[in-house]
């Protein structure tokens, strides 16, 4: 179980002594481009796929991300398609359930997550790597050539330096790294100063092959302290193939979330 602050739900039998609330706008986005990236991907399988920070296969649906659902079909269709299965039973796929759903038998996944309890639900065709941690099993695969590695520790921002180079090392030259990153440049100076590095840090180590996009969209609707991110790196032939998608599922996520906002009617 995770250390400090936790996601609290309202209904205590689906907190999973979480640090995050599955399904948030941010799991949305990820989601929408990681399925974006495997419909580019899959001509090319058997695929094989890398998710250190994987959590559970699936959570319980809360209220709140069944509303997201809901608002969803026109911004986010993958996203919102491949979830119906899920939701039909009353809970909400992760982003490595998604692609191993998505994926069946064209991609091999292999999975790892420190909490033994969301580690234990993965079960075949999955394989659960025996390691410490995700920084051990991004470690563990430098050299391996993974067609797709998903990042999304708790806190990327603080974790980048040690954890995004090695994700770039276990990529196949043609292989995608999608990044989850909670933005926290708006708080202040020390953290956009953090962030700056971040960026800096990431462009640096990109070989002239590679580019780099990023998604964005504010953590909250009233009060935007924060923004869900994510960023992806591939091939510069592949990302100009996908940045007409990716770009126009960030804007429209972003206006569903701006609008939510935009206006009150208080009684």
């Known amino acids: 179980m995770a250390e400090g602050w936790s996601w609290r739900d309202r209904d205590p039998s689906r907190h999973a002594g979480l640090r995050y609330e ?6 949305v986005l990820k989601g929408e481009w990681a ?38 079909p026109a911004a986010c269709p993958r996203f919102a398609a491949a979830q119906a299965a899920f939701r039909a039973e009353g ?11 998505r994926g ?55 974790e980048w330096g040690t954890l995004l180079p090695q994700a770039l090392e276990a990529l196949a030259p043609t292989g995608v790294l999608l990044a ?12 956009l100063e953090q962030y700056g590095s971040l960026r800096r840090g990431l462009a640096q180590r990109l070989s002239p092959a590679q580019r780099l996009l990023v998604g964005r969209v504010p953590a909250d609707a009233v009060l935007p302290r924060a923004h869900h991110e994510v960023l992806l790196v591939g091939p510069a032939e592949l990302t100009e193939a996908l940045t007409p998608s990716l770009r126009a599922s960030a804007e429209a996520l972003t206006a569903v979330v701006a609008c939510a906002g935009a206006f009150e009617s208080p009684r």
């Open 22 to 27: 599955p399904g948030n706008w941010g799991d």
């Open 180 to 191: 989850y990153l909670f933005n926290k440049a708006p708080r202040g100076a020390g953290h």
């Open 104 to 158: 069946a038998s064209a991609l091999s996944l292999a999975v790892f997550d420190k909490d033994p309890v969301r580690r234990g639900a993965w079960g075949a065709p999955a394989e659960v790597l025996e390691v410490e941690d995700g920084a051990a099993a991004l470690l563990a695969a430098r050299g391996a050539a993974y067609d797709l590695v998903h990042v999304d520790p708790y806190d990327l921002q603080s």
């Open 35 to 72: 399925l974006i990236a495997l419909e580019a991907l899959l001509p090319r399988a058997p695929l094989r796929v890398l998710d250190p920070f994987a959590g559970a296969p699936r959570y319980p649906l809360s209220p709140a991300s069944a509303a997201r659902l809901d608002a969803l």
């Open 91 to 101: 809970a909400l796929a992760s982003t490595a359930g998604l692609l191993g759903a």
